[in-house]
Structure formats: C-alpha cells, structure tokens
C-alpha cells in the first residue's frame, strides 16, 4: 500500500515546515565522538556492523565539531579537559545537542575526587544521559532514538 492509494486523486501532501525539518535533523545527526575512557570502546562498537548506526545517518563519527551537530561524551571527564570540552561544545554550528553516555559523564560516577567532573553537564547543558558503566550499545542507542524523540518536538528558534 503506497502512498499514492493513501492520498487518492490529490497528488499533495501537507504537513507543517518545522516538522519536516526537525524530521530531516533526526536522519542526519552528525555525531562528534569525545571518548573519554572505556565507554568510548562501546560507542566505537555501536558503529560496528551488528548495530550499525548508518541506518540512523550516522556513518561514521565526526573528527571536527564544524561538521557535527550531536557532540557524543563518554567517559569520565578530568578538570583538564573540561576547558578542551567546551571548546568543542562552543565550536559547533547551531542547532546542537548533547549526549552523555556512561556513569562517569553523567554523575562522576565511581570518581568522587578533585580532579574528575561530577557530571558534564557543568561544563555544556545535556539532552540526554545514557546509564551504565559502560553501557552497552544498544542503550546508546536507545539514547540516541530519545534525542530524536525530543528534536522531532522542538519548536524553530533564533539561533543567531
């Protein structure tokens, strides 16, 4: 059944412009990997063929945050690097999102010391955390379908 037995006879389709391009955004999200520690050998395993993150547009990840638009931090985060984050973060066209994957980026996780971050998202603002140490692939694709959810309702806005 295509879409033409759908519509009938009136060759048209109507639907409102912001969702056709959040929809647009959620087929070619350009990740920019910022792995840390061992959960960025589960995110580079997500790219492998058994989970295959092509058939979200993702085909590969990014190595300059000028061509990302979804910036992927696993791992734990040291005071050192969290200025190198937010260059990262701030060097990345608008509309951006972020992801935190594992316990270590979301909460400090099993590091409560002076020199790891207890959570990125006092360093950049997070869309989305993805639980576990490390998290297997399919929750970081999980993740990555609830960021879709969540972009497929955003509302147009002045980026400048």
């Known amino acids: ?9 009136f060759g048209f389709v109507t639907t409102k412009l912001q969702d056709m391009v959040n929809w647009g955004r959620t087929r070619a999200m350009w990740p920019l990997g910022f792995g840390l520690a061992c959960c960025a050998i589960e995110m580079m395993a997500t790219q492998a063929p058994n989970y295959d993150l092509s058939r979200f547009g993702m085909e590969l990840l ?12 696993s791992g734990r985060l040291s005071r050192k690097m969290a200025p190198v984050l937010r260059k990262l973060y701030d060097q990345m ?15 400090g996780g099993v590091f409560n010391n002076y020199a790891i971050v207890q959570g990125i998202d ?11 140490c490390p998290p297997r692939p399919e929750a970081l694709i999980h993740g990555i379908m609830t960021l879709h959810e969540k972009v497929k309702t955003e509302v147009f806005k002045d980026y400048a």
């Open 122 to 132: 006092e360093i950049v603002p997070v869309d989305v955390y993805v639980a576990g």
């Open 62 to 73: 990014r190595a300059s945050p000028r061509q990302a638009d979804l910036l992927l931090v």
């Open 93 to 107: 066209p608008d509309p951006k999102w972020v992801l935190a994957m594992g316990d270590c980026a979301s909460c």
């Open 1 to 9: 059944m295509g879409l033409e037995q759908k519509l009938g006879d």
